[in-house]
């Protein structure tokens, strides 16, 4: 592909990268966090203006940059020693100016009295000064929890709403038939009562999140943070929570719909739910929620297919895969044949066909999470706010990243395309204004390789001839560079030369 067309194209597609981030992400919750943080600034430290809405996009832009290149702390990005410090970070921002506004973020604030921090006053009857303390100490940790749920409250639900705007308008049809839920962890080590603990997560100690996803373009439909008792009055149970998820979904027009579940979601009054509202389902179930159809004592490698269940419409199939391992799974519209499955690089082998189904669209959730975990912010938050601040950005990412992708036909990095957004967050740094330098490169390039004739060089000499630097064969014509080069190998030596300037200023 020509120079040119390769900016032009990489120009349209972080145009494109940016204009999809912006989807999710708005301008409105972005101006509307910058006008929080610098309200609170300014009581702080009583100024005007804390910061300008240049000065907070590239703050928002240094933290994109702290995604892609982590450090071991923060403060490494501003570091002297080159193996730690990034130039490009030191020259848009200073560390203070940075770190300001971190730790001041603020995503929503009263109308009346905002960012006051009232003492709370105790109501009772106290035998002593410590127990009144306690109790002053257990208001004010109440009131800080409550008021962060909140403030985080009005940034999830702007992001809610951005998704379920473009589920209707941007997502095809035929991606909306298969459905998978499941839940994932934010890492958050800081003291909070409704932090939760699963040992089966890279990071077991954090922030519980449900997801609900599309399986095939891994596009999030619907998620929602678990605040405990706390927060909006909502139940958790199981039945209310797959109720409240799956009604708020607009699945009208769609002719059919899977869901895809793990055993925490399934039971047989969830199934029955789902199949009163159309859908189709596969889920495992756990051993104490079959009502007593569960076989007891299989061999390795033996199944059974419970058929006929009392009052409900759908099937139960089992499978002993290892001793102390059985696969219990419930279904409906589903065919239990073998059928060969290809892995890479191991043999093939026969699997029922629901298993089959479930294996592929079931992981959606988890390939989210590998995905986070390349664009991830390492550095601990002492806020749990700032947590779930930092989450939201990757949602946004991981749904732009979503729509890219289809919008293109094909895959993308997902390195590639936060590259591409930080080059759109501000104008100095899109690749339309560099495009100037590098051509700017390009034509020095051409001036110090020009090819001239060995007459020219040597005129007192009748019929000058050199031997190329490259292939060795025999030729009149020489570089400015003072090497010996035939036409061919000449034009072969600007195109490599090209293309190496060419990938230093992407």
Same mark, same amino acid.
């Given at each position: 592909?020509?120079?040119?067309?390769?900016?032009?194209?990489?120009?349209?597609?972080?145009?494109?990268?940016?204009?999809?981030?912006?989807?999710?992400?708005?301008?409105?919750?972005?101006?509307?966090?910058?006008?929080?943080?610098?309200?609170?600034?300014?009581?702080?430290?009583?100024?005007?203006?804390? $910061?300008?809405?240049?000065?907070?996009?590239?703050?928002?832009?240094?933290?994109?940059?702290?995604?892609?290149?982590?450090?071991?702390?923060?403060?490494?990005?501003?570091?002297?020693?080159?193996?730690?410090?990034?130039?490009?970070?030191?020259?848009?921002?200073?560390?203070?100016?940075?770190?300001?506004?971190?730790?001041?973020?603020?995503?929503?604030?009263?109308?009346?009295?905002?960012?006051?921090?009232?003492?709370?006053?105790?109501?009772?009857? $106290?035998?002593?000064?410590?127990?009144?303390?306690?109790?002053?100490?257990?208001?004010?940790?109440?009131?800080?929890?409550?008021?962060?749920?909140?403030?985080?409250?009005?940034?999830?639900?702007?992001?809610?709403?951005?998704?379920?705007?473009?589920?209707?308008?941007?997502?095809?049809?035929?991606?909306?038939?298969?459905?998978?839920?499941?839940?994932?962890?934010?890492?958050?080590?800081?003291?909070?009562? $409704?932090?939760?603990?699963?040992?089966?997560?890279?990071?077991?100690?954090?922030?519980?999140?449900?997801?609900?996803?599309?399986?095939?373009?891994?596009?999030?439909?619907?998620?929602?943070?678990?605040?405990?008792?706390?927060?909006?009055?909502?139940?958790?149970?199981?039945?209310?929570?797959?109720?409240? $998820?799956?009604?708020?979904?607009?699945?009208?027009?769609?002719?059919?719909?899977?869901?895809?579940?793990?055993?925490?979601?399934?039971?047989?009054?969830?199934?029955?739910?789902?199949?009163?509202?159309?859908?189709?389902?596969?889920?495992?179930?756990?051993?104490?929620?079959?009502?007593?159809?569960?076989?007891?004592?299989?061999?390795?490698?033996?199944?059974?297919?419970?058929?006929?269940?009392?009052?409900?419409?759908?099937?139960?199939?089992?499978?002993?895969?290892?001793?102390?391992?059985?696969?219990?799974?419930?279904?409906?519209?589903?065919?239990?044949?073998?059928?060969?499955?290809?892995?890479?690089?191991?043999?093939?082998?026969?699997?029922?066909?629901?298993?089959?189904?479930?294996?592929?669209?079931?992981?959606?959730?988890?390939?989210?999470?590998?995905?986070?975990?390349?664009?991830?912010?390492?550095?601990?938050?002492?806020?749990?706010?700032?947590?779930?601040?930092?989450?939201?950005?990757?949602?946004?990412?991981?749904?732009?990243?979503?729509?890219?992708?289809?919008?293109?036909?094909?895959?993308?990095?997902?390195?590639?395309?936060?590259?591409?957004?930080?080059?759109?967050?501000?104008?100095?740094?899109?690749?339309?204004?560099?495009?100037?330098?590098?051509?700017?490169?390009?034509?020095?390039?051409?001036?110090?390789?020009?090819?001239?004739?060995?007459?020219?060089?040597?005129?007192?000499?009748?019929?000058?001839?050199?031997?190329?630097?490259?292939?060795?064969?025999?030729?009149?014509?020489?570089?400015?560079?003072?090497?010996?080069?035939?036409?061919?190998?000449?034009?072969?030596?600007?195109?490599?030369?090209?293309?190496?300037?060419?990938?230093?200023?992407?």
């Amino acid at each position: 592909m020509p120079m040119a067309d390769q900016f032009q194209n990489s120009c349209d597609q972080s145009k494109l990268a940016w204009e999809l981030f912006t989807k999710f992400w708005t301008p409105e919750i972005h101006d509307h966090i910058r006008t929080c943080t610098n309200e609170k600034l300014k009581i702080r430290y009583n100024k005007q203006e804390a $910061f300008t809405a240049a000065e907070f996009n590239t703050w928002f832009q240094i933290l994109m940059v702290m995604m892609v290149s982590p450090r071991s702390a923060m403060t490494d990005h501003w570091s002297n020693n080159p193996m730690f410090g990034n130039q490009f970070i030191k020259s848009m921002m200073t560390s203070d100016a940075w770190f300001e506004i971190y730790r001041n973020l603020q995503f929503d604030v009263d109308q009346e009295d905002p960012i006051v921090d009232t003492i709370p006053q105790p109501t009772g009857i $106290f035998q002593n000064e410590s127990e009144i303390l306690k109790e002053i100490q257990r208001q004010r940790y109440d009131n800080e929890i409550n008021d962060g749920i909140r403030r985080i409250k009005w940034l999830t639900d702007a992001i809610q709403a951005a998704f379920n705007k473009s589920f209707a308008e941007d997502i095809d049809i035929s991606e909306k038939s298969d459905f998978c839920m499941d839940e994932t962890l934010i890492p958050y080590l800081g003291w909070l009562d $409704f932090r939760q603990y699963l040992p089966d997560k890279p990071h077991p100690f954090g922030l519980l999140v449900r997801v609900l996803a599309l399986a095939k373009s891994r596009f999030i439909v619907k998620f929602e943070l678990y605040t405990g008792k706390r927060g909006e009055k909502r139940s958790n149970q199981l039945y209310d929570l797959m109720y409240r $998820f799956l009604t708020s979904i607009n699945t009208t027009g769609i002719p059919k719909k899977t869901f895809y579940a793990d055993n925490y979601y399934s039971s047989f009054a969830v199934c029955k739910m789902l199949q009163e509202q159309g859908w189709e389902f596969r889920m495992t179930i756990r051993k104490n929620r079959c009502k007593g159809f569960c076989t007891t004592n299989m061999l390795i490698g033996e199944s059974k297919l419970h058929e006929n269940i009392p009052d409900y419409d759908f099937q139960l199939f089992e499978q002993q895969v290892k001793k102390t391992k059985t696969v219990r799974m419930i279904f409906s519209n589903g065919s239990t044949k073998e059928s060969e499955v290809k892995r890479n690089y191991k043999p093939t082998i026969s699997r029922p066909k629901i298993l089959h189904e479930y294996n592929q669209n079931y992981s959606t959730i988890d390939k989210l999470d590998q995905l986070t975990y390349y664009m991830r912010f390492p550095h601990r938050c002492q806020k749990w706010t700032t947590c779930m601040f930092i989450y939201c950005i990757h949602i946004c990412i991981l749904q732009a990243h979503s729509l890219f992708c289809l919008r293109l036909q094909r895959q993308i990095s997902i390195i590639d395309f936060m590259l591409l957004l930080i080059d759109a967050i501000q104008p100095h740094t899109h690749t339309q204004i560099r495009q100037k330098e590098v051509l700017g490169k390009i034509d020095s390039l051409l001036v110090a390789h020009e090819l001239i004739t060995l007459k020219q060089v040597r005129p007192e000499i009748k019929d000058p001839i050199g031997h190329c630097y490259t292939c060795g064969e025999r030729t009149r014509w020489i570089c400015a560079c003072e090497y010996y080069y035939c036409k061919t190998c000449h034009v072969k030596h600007l195109l490599i030369e090209q293309e190496q300037i060419l990938s230093r200023g992407k």
